[in-house]
C-alpha cells in the first residue's frame, strides 16, 4: 500500500511535468524552436504570481487570470521582436538567444528578488486530502493538478485538430513557405504559438510555486524534466507527453522512496533507457 | 607525366608573419613567472583554461556541427578525475590530467550512442541530462565529499611541488601548455583529411554526405576528441582551484553558458573566435565583475545582439574585411614557380 501512494504521487507529478512538457513540444512542433529559457519562464511566471498575489491580494488560482495573458504577452512580443529573426535551417541562432534569455532572467530575478526560496500560500486547500485506504490518500492540491494538466492537454489537442488557429498551425509546421502562400502570416502564426506555450507555461509555473518552494535558479531543471516528458512520451504526441510526463514523475517518487538522493537520478535514468531502447519514444504520432 | 603546375598551400607571408608573432606571444606567456604577479599568473591560467574550453566547443560545434550545451559532464568529469585518481589511487596530479582526458574519451564513447540519437536541438539537450547524470553521480560519491565536495589534501599539493610559488609556476605552466597542445592538435584535425571533410559538414552537410564524407563517423570522432581534451582542461581546472563539488563542477553557466557566448562572440567556426571571444569576456568581466548579476545580464545580452547582428563574431568581422588569419589553415591554390601556365584540371592533378 506504501508503494501505492507513492505511484499515486508520482502520476500526480507527472502531470505537472506533462504540462512543463507540452509548452516545449508546442513550439519544436509549430516552428522547431527548442526553448532553452522554457524553464526560466515557469519561474518568472511563478515570480509574476507571487508579486500579483501581494499587490492585489488574490488566491494563486485567482492570480492566474492576470499571470496567463501577461506571459501570452511576453510571448508573442518576444516571438515577434526576437525570436522570429533566429528561425532558420541553422540550429545554433534559436539555441543561443533562448540561452542568454535563459541567464538574462535568472540574473533578472535574482537581482529583483534575491535568492531566498519563496512559495505562493493558497490556504486550506494545501493540506486538505482524501483518505481513500489506511496507506492511501490522495491531497486535493495534487489532484486539482493533475485535473489542471489533463484539461490543458485535452484542450491543446482539440485547438490543434478542431480549430482554424490549429490549421494554421499544423500547416505552417508541415511546410512554412506553402502555408505563406496559401494567405497565412508566418510571424503571426508563430508569434501566437508562442503566446500559448507561455499561457501553458503560466499556469505549470504558478501550480508548481503552489506546491514546491521556487527561487530564480530552478528553471533549468524544470526544462530538462519537460524535454524528457516530451522524449518519453514520443514526439509530436500531446496525450504521448502526458504519458511521458507520467513516466517520468512515477520513475522519480520509485526513485526517491528507495533513497532520497536517487530522487532525479531514477527520472534520468528512466529517460535514458527509453532512449536507449525505444529512441521514437513511447506512443510515437502515428505517420499519415 | 608532366609535373602539376599547382600546389594546395596553408600559409601565405602574412600568416607566416603572424604565426611568428603568435609564437613571439607564447614566449612571452611562458616567462610570465618572470615578469608577473601572482594574481595575474592566476588570471592568465583561467584565462588559458577558456580559450582551451572555448576552442574544443567551436571544433564540437562550429565545425562539427554537434551543437552541445552539456560540455560541463566532461569539465567535471575531468575535475572529479584528478581527485578521484590522485586522493583514491595514489597517482602524481601531473600524470592524472592525462589520464583524465582518457576517461573522459573512454565515458564519451557510450555516452554519444545514446545522445546522437537525438537531432538538433534535442541533441543539446540530451546532452544537458547526461551532464546531470554525471553530476547526481558525483555527489553520490561520498569518498569524494558527496553533495558538498571535498579539498586536494596538503601532501598531494605539496607533491607537485615543495614551494607555494614554485607550485603556481608549474601549474600556469601546465595550463599554458595545455591551451596550446590543444589548439595545436585542432589546428593539425582541421589541416588533416578529417579537417576537409569536418569543412565541408559545417558548410552543407548533406552535400558532405553525398561526396562520400562519412558523417556518422567523422561526428564521433570529433565528440570523443574534444571530451577527452575538455576532461584534461577539466582536471586542470580543478588543479588551479584545489577544491571540487559537484555544483562547481557540473556548473552549466561557468562550463557551457560562458564557453558559447566566448565562441560567439569571438567567432564560431574559425580558429581564432574563442581566443578573441575569450580577451572580450575577461576583459568585460575584469571591469564589471562588481556588478554581478547585471555582469552576468549584460553578457547574456551581448551574446544576442552577436548572434543576431554579425553572427560571425568579431573575428568573422575582421576576417571578412581583411582576408587575414593568424592560423594557416584556409587551402590556398598556388602556382608553381617555373611552370608555363595553369593547365587545365585533368593535367594538373
Known amino acids: ?288 | 607525366m608532366s609535373q602539376p603546375a599547382v600546389q594546395v598551400r596553408f600559409a601565405d607571408r602574412r600568416s607566416a608573419i603572424s604565426l611568428a608573432a603568435f609564437a613571439a606571444l607564447l614566449v612571452a606567456l611562458a616567462a610570465a613567472p618572470v615578469w608577473a604577479g601572482r594574481d595575474d599568473l592566476r588570471l592568465l591560467g583561467e584565462i588559458y583554461a577558456y580559450v582551451a574550453l572555448a576552442s574544443l566547443w567551436n571544433l564540437l560545434a562550429g565545425y562539427a556541427g554537434l551543437v552541445s550545451v552539456g560540455q560541463q559532464a566532461y569539465v567535471g568529469l575531468g575535475g572529479y578525475m584528478l581527485f578521484g585518481l590522485t586522493i583514491l589511487a595514489g597517482i602524481s596530479p601531473l600524470w592524472a590530467i592525462p589520464a583524465a582526458g582518457l576517461i573522459g574519451a573512454l565515458a564519451a564513447v557510450p555516452v554519444a550512442a545514446l545522445v546522437f540519437r537525438l537531432r538538433g536541438h534535442y541533441f543539446a539537450i540530451g546532452t544537458w541530462v547526461v551532464a546531470e547524470v554525471f553530476r547526481l553521480l558525483a555527489s553520490q560519491a561520498s569518498a569524494l565529499g558527496g553533495g558538498s565536495g571535498t579539498s586536494l589534501p596538503a601532501t598531494i599539493v605539496i607533491a607537485i611541488a615543495p614551494t607555494r610559488a614554485m607550485r603556481e609556476f608549474v601549474v600556469y605552466w601546465i595550463a599554458l601548455a595545455l591551451a596550446v597542445a590543444i589548439l595545436g592538435l585542432i589546428l593539425w584535425l582541421l589541416r588533416s583529411r578529417y579537417g576537409l571533410a569536418l569543412t565541408a559538414i559545417r558548410d552543407n552537410e548533406l552535400a558532405a554526405s553525398s561526396n562520400g564524407v562519412d558523417v556518422g563517423r567523422v561526428k564521433l570522432v570529433v565528440y570523443v576528441f574534444t571530451a577527452c581534451g575538455t576532461a584534461m582542461v577539466g582536471a586542470l581546472i580543478f588543479l588551479q582551484k584545489l577544491r571540487i563539488s559537484p555544483d562547481a563542477a557540473f556548473n552549466v553557466n561557468d562550463w557551457t553558458a560562458f564557453v558559447i557566448f566566448i565562441t560567439v562572440i569571438g567567432g564560431i567556426g574559425r580558429l581564432e573566435g574563442p581566443i578573441v571571444g575569450t580577451i572580450v569576456f575577461f576583459a568585460l568581466r575584469q571591469t564589471l565583475a562588481d556588478r554581478g548579476a547585471l555582469y552576468l545580464m549584460m553578457l547574456g545580452a551581448v551574446a544576442i545582439a552577436v548572434m543576431l547582428k554579425a553572427p560571425k563574431g568579431i573575428w568573422g568581422l575582421v576576417a571578412a574585411r581583411l582576408d587575414w588569419q593568424i592560423f594557416p589553415l584556409q587551402r590556398r591554390v598556388v602556382r608553381l614557380p617555373g611552370s608555363a601556365s595553369i593547365r587545365n584540371k585533368g593535367e594538373a592533378t
Open chain 1, 1 to 288: 500500500m506504501e508503494w501505492a501512494n507513492t505511484i499515486v504521487q508520482g502520476v500526480l507529478t507527472g502531470g505537472l511535468y506533462a504540462m512543463f512538457a507540452a509548452g516545449l513540444s508546442l513550439i519544436f512542433g509549430v516552428m522547431r524552436l527548442v526553448n532553452i529559457a522554457h524553464g526560466d519562464f515557469i519561474v518568472l511566471a511563478a515570480y509574476l504570481a507571487l508579486v500579483v498575489i501581494e499587490t492585489l491580494g488574490v488566491d494563486p488560482l485567482v492570480s492566474l487570470l492576470v499571470v496567463v495573458p501577461l506571459m501570452g504577452g511576453i510571448g508573442y512580443a518576444l516571438q515577434r521582436g526576437l525570436l522570429n529573426r533566429t528561425l532558420g535551417d541553422d540550429l545554433l541562432p534559436p539555441l543561443l538567444v533562448t540561452f542568454g534569455l535563459s541567464v538574462i532572467i535568472q540574473n533578472g530575478l535574482l537581482e529583483l528578488f534575491t535568492a531566498d526560496s519563496r512559495r505562493l500560500q493558497a490556504g486550506a486547500i494545501e493540506v486538505a486530502s482524501w483518505q481513500l485506504a489506511s496507506n492511501l490518500s490522495i491531497g486535493v492540491l495534487p489532484l486539482l493538478q493533475f485535473a489542471i494538466a489533463v484539461a490543458v492537454i485535452g484542450g491543446l489537442q482539440a485547438l490543434f485538430y478542431r480549430t482554424a488557429l490549429g490549421r494554421a498551425f499544423r500547416a505552417t509546421s508541415d511546410d512554412p513557405a506553402i502555408a505563406r502562400l496559401m494567405g497565412l502570416d508566418n510571424a503571426h502564426v508563430f508569434a501566437l504559438a508562442m503566446a500559448l506555450s507561455l499561457g501553458v507555461v503560466a499556469i505549470a509555473g504558478v501550480l508548481l510555486a503552489v506546491r514546491a518552494n521556487f527561487d530564480p535558479a530552478i528553471g533549468p531543471a524544470r526544462l530538462i524534466f519537460g524535454f524528457e516528458a516530451v522524449i518519453i512520451g514520443g514526439l509530436g504526441n500531446l496525450w504521448g507527453t502526458l504519458a511521458g510526463g507520467i513516466v517520468l514523475g512515477v520513475a522519480q517518487a520509485i526513485g526517491a522512496k528507495l533513497d532520497p538522493g536517487w530522487q532525479l537520478l531514477a527520472g534520468h535514468l528512466a529517460f535514458l533507457g527509453v532512449l536507449a531502447v525505444r529512441p521514437e519514444g513511447l506512443f510515437p504520432r502515428i505517420r499519415g
